[in-house]
């Protein structure tokens, strides 16, 4: 597996580099088909007194869905530490899953006769989270905005992916995150899953274009 490592705000030593090679076969267990691991160390320094820190980035090219996992720490070997665990952990449960799924067939799965979604937890969204996505009727905090807000939101964007509800699961679970955004390859529907205590999980889908906010606020 071919390794890229690169620092930003701090060199890279012969040392850690020996020591990712090694770290990263525990990875290659679980990853048998990885192709690249690229791993970014940047290294944070604050005006307030706290201490530096060092933020380790690990993102694991294969042939299936990307992987990435991080963790900061003051020590950039402690930091890297960590984030071979999550990653490891993440690998790992996503394999213990296909092996179970393929032993013990289970989740959602779409009946073909009755045409129903089941094995799986449908919760529709309330009318006020339509409203509140449609007109961006959420808080938040504007970087330029002098006003002080304890709750900051931020913001990412990614281009649309139109997948199964298996599909999204198994990438959520490889991401290592609570919740997944993806479009519904069977109804074309922004949806949502989330995980659920034990291997249960959730699906949140828009399944109507909501009014526009002039017509909510008449």
Do not use: C
């Amino acid at each position: 597996m071919e390794t890229s490592i690169v620092g930003v705000g701090v060199g890279i030593t012969d040392r850690f580099r020996t020591v990712v090679e090694e770290k990263i076969a525990r990875i290659q267990t679980f990853a048998a088909r990885a192709q690249r691991l690229d791993v970014k160390v940047t290294h944070r320094v604050y005006r307030n007194g706290q201490v530096p820190e060092e933020t380790v980035e690990l993102t694991l090219v294969s042939k299936g869905p990307v992987v990435r996992a991080e963790a900061t720490d003051g020590d950039k070997f402690v930091a890297l530490d960590l984030a071979v665990d999550k990653m490891a952990e993440q690998l790992r449960r996503a394999k213990e899953k296909r092996v179970d799924g393929r032993q013990h067939p289970r989740g959602a799965h779409f009946e073909k006769g009755s045409g129903a979604l089941e094995g799986i937890d449908v919760e529709p969204a309330s009318v006020d989270v339509l409203r509140a996505v449609a007109t961006g009727n959420i808080p938040v905090q504007n970087d330029e905005e002098e006003t002080y807000s304890p709750v900051v939101i931020r913001t990412k964007s990614f281009d649309a992916e139109w997948m199964t509800v298996e599909e999204a699961v198994d990438r959520m679970e490889l991401v290592g995150h609570d919740f997944f955004l993806f479009v519904d390859a069977r109804t074309d529907h922004p949806s949502v899953v989330y995980r659920r205590k034990g291997w249960d999980y959730g699906v949140i889908a828009l399944s109507a274009q909501a009014p526009p906010a002039e017509a909510l606020a008449s």
